[in-house]
């Protein structure tokens, strides 16, 4: 009788974690799922925000590359949305990410060490979203080991965006590891859709420019409020009317 007590508690923290996989897992809304807005998703405050400089290849920026990633595969309703909090966790804006980044130390930041838990039941994201891919890990580290920045940049030069032969592995793809692949992958693909492979993607590619571009008649993706840049539609329009080649 003694141990009932820590019996009842073992039951409800095995009850109440079973139910987290289960939103994850069963809810509906999931395979339609949006990005709170309530919290406001606008990634960085470009008005108070000093650092908006040009863009370094070697620096990994909040606002283009780390805000995306986490929100499309994080922040979405059922999971860490300002609505289901799932382990009480928000990751709808920089102020809620940072409680679980400690800037400049990515192995001790409670949101890294999630994504490379070898036990599968803690590791983030959780199914049916996959483990994010070696790229997706390498950039939440450079970040949080950067400083984990609210940092966004502009590319200044004309010539910054190139469409010129434009190849589906290293400039469309990178594109969607970032911002679709969360919701889009081969586990449970939203809408039907992978965008992880190129057979994927040619099957969607009918749908694909209209979709980003936010022309009337598609759904408009990224299904949250943060648009892809001019310069990320130029690249997978150019991908497209190039040929939409496996290259
Ligand atoms: C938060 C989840 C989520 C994210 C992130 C997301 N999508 Fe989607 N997407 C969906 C869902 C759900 C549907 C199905 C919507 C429907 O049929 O009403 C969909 C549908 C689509 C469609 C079909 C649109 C149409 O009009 O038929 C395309 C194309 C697409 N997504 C591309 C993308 C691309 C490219 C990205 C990244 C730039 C992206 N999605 C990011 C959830 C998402």
Request: contains cysteine; charged residues 10%; proline residues 6%.
């Amino acid at each position: 009788m003694r141990n009932k007590p820590s019996a009842v508690i073992l039951y409800l923290v095995i009850f109440f974690t079973a139910c987290r996989h289960e939103i994850a897992e069963l809810n509906p809304a999931f395979q339609t799922a949006t990005v709170d807005t309530a919290n406001g998703t606008k990634p960085i405050d470009t008005t108070n925000n000093p650092i908006n400089i040009t863009c370094n290849p070697d620096t990994v920026y909040f606002a283009s590359q780390f805000f995306p990633l986490i929100q499309s595969s994080c922040a979405m309703s059922g999971c860490h949305d300002a609505v289901t909090k799932a382990d009480g966790i928000v990751l709808t804006d920089y102020a809620n990410i940072m409680k679980i980044v400690r800037a400049g130390d990515p192995v001790n930041s409670k949101l890294y060490k999630s994504l490379i838990d070898s036990d599968p039941e803690d590791r983030m994201p959780m199914a049916p979203v996959p483990p994010f891919n070696q790229t997706q890990i390498a950039l939440v580290y450079k970040w949080i080991q950067q400083g984990a920045k609210n940092n966004a940049c502009t590319n200044t030069t004309s010539s910054a965006c190139v469409t010129t032969n434009m190849s589906f592995v290293n400039n469309v793809l990178p594109i969607f590891t970032i911002n679709c692949n969360g919701c889009h992958n081969a586990t449970a693909p939203a809408g039907g859709i992978n965008l992880t492979t190129f057979a994927g993607t040619k099957a969607a590619s009918a749908r694909l420019v209209g979709s980003i571009s936010h022309t009337t008649g598609y759904v408009p993706m990224p299904s949250s409020t943060t648009k892809l840049s001019a310069c990320d539609i130029n690249k997978i329009a150019s991908w497209v009317s190039q040929g939409t080649l496996n290259n």
